[in-house]
């Protein structure tokens, strides 16, 4: 399945209430609610088959804010990421038109290690030199504040 940066995957868009999300994928195996001091409260829905997780976050009035994908099925632009080596990772994403990949030097942690497309609003996560997950973001406007809803 194409992961469409900005919008979402398939009939999955960002902006999309909890309801929306669950009427198009079922129901998730697990919701979580997580809430951490200092932080938005924000909801949870993973789908284990699927290979994916899908973030409603208070800040956004509970609209899909964020999805990260684990399974190998999902590709940007017709490339498979997941399960890649860290090696491959820029020439892949250059492959998917994707020409702004940094290792972000904010991650403290040396492994795992999180490469970031600021353009693309994507985040490529990788684990013992192995990718193994993706995160997408919808796109903020130029005050890097308010999220422009594909919707």
Request: no cysteine; proline share 4%; net charge negative.
């Amino acid at each position: 399945m194409e992961i469409k940066p900005h919008i979402g995957f398939g009939k999955v868009k960002f902006g999309q209430s909890e309801k929306e999300v669950t009427a198009i994928l079922g129901k998730p195996s697990l919701r979580e609610k997580n809430t951490a001091e200092d932080e938005p409260e924000d909801i949870t829905l993973e789908y284990d088959e699927q290979g994916i997780d899908l973030l409603f976050s208070a800040d956004d009035d509970y609209r899909l804010g964020s999805v990260t994908f684990y399974g190998r099925e999902f590709s940007l632009n017709g490339v498979s990421f997941i399960g890649s080596k860290e090696s491959e990772l820029k020439a892949k994403a250059k492959k998917a038109g994707i020409s702004d990949l940094e290792l972000d030097d904010e991650f403290d942690e040396e492994n795992p290690k999180n490469y970031v497309s600021e353009s693309k609003g994507i985040l490529f996560w990788i684990q013992d030199d192995i990718l193994d997950a993706i995160s997408i973001l919808p796109a903020y406007a130029d005050n890097g504040d308010d999220v422009i809803w594909p919707l």
